[in-house]
């Protein structure tokens, strides 16, 4: 069973349009996190939250907005898409006390055009 | 800030070769360190973590080795195999990080052909 799941899998959006990226977790962690794969780049952290109602900035926030409505969804909002955002998309849990390892989810392409 | 440096961005290997990646990293204090491993179509999975305690860490016939003294750490395998074929991170968690993060490398794409 997959604990850390994202939709949409693919998703096509033109320029200025809004995309929500969605992300549920069953492990029962507090902490989420949202990255994107870039070649070259590697995984960067986009926003990161503690817990229900936190969210934080990571390492590149700009052009992203995220929601933590309960302790289980954590969601990314691009309000004006551009193609530059045009990536692959993980969401991860994790927890302190598990070691610090994260759990990553399978990934949503995101093509803007 | 805090970083971390992978070189190889690509490998590629045959059957039964030995495959070494190395990555440094910057940051103060003693972090934890990790390997990642991304097979084709699925996100990344934990392959290995090092801590400051061992220095040193075994799984799956790979091996991580952490160098406090050149701020580096390495993953290596004897004898690769096909299905070992996929990108490899690295990580770092800092000492201090706040909500747990991971700081990333670029990622080695291993390709090891038959």
């Known amino acids: 069973e997959a604990a850390v799941t994202q939709s949409p899998r693919n998703k096509v959006a033109v320029t200025g349009g809004k995309v929500t990226l969605s992300c549920n977790q069953t492990?029962?962690?507090?902490?989420m996190y949202w990255y994107r794969q870039d070649t070259g780049h590697g995984l960067r952290l986009i926003h990161y939250?503690?817990?229900?109602?936190?969210?934080e900035k990571g390492d590149i926030p700009d052009g992203y907005k995220a929601s933590r409505p309960s302790q289980e969804n954590f969601s990314l909002i691009l309000e004006l898409a551009t193609p530059s955002q045009t990536s692959v998309y993980f969401c991860?849990?994790?927890?302190?006390?598990?070691?610090?390892?994260?759990?990553f989810g399978e990934g949503s392409k995101l093509t803007v055009l | 800030g805090d970083s971390v440096i992978q070189m190889q961005g690509q490998v590629t290997l045959s059957e039964n070769d030995f495959l070494f990646i190395n990555c440094t990293y910057s940051?103060?204090?003693?972090?934890?360190l990790f390997w990642y491993v991304q097979y084709s179509g699925e996100g990344p999975q934990l392959l290995l973590q090092?801590?400051?305690?061992?220095n040193k860490g075994s799984s799956r016939g790979f091996e991580a080795t952490y160098d406090k003294g050149t701020t580096s750490f390495h993953l290596q395998k004897t004898s690769v195999q096909e299905i070992d074929s996929a990108v490899y991170y690295c990580?770092?968690?800092?000492?201090?990080?706040?909500?747990?993060?991971?700081?990333f490398g670029i990622g080695t794409r291993v390709l090891v052909r038959p």
């Open positions: 090092v801590t400051t305690a061992n």
């Open positions: 939250s503690y817990g229900a109602g936190s969210t």
């Open positions: 991860a849990s994790g927890e302190g006390r598990d070691g610090g390892q994260l759990y």
């Open positions: 492990n029962n962690h507090n902490n």
């Open positions: 990580a770092m968690r800092a000492a201090n990080s706040a909500g747990n993060k991971l700081t």
């Open positions: 940051t103060t204090g003693y972090p934890t």
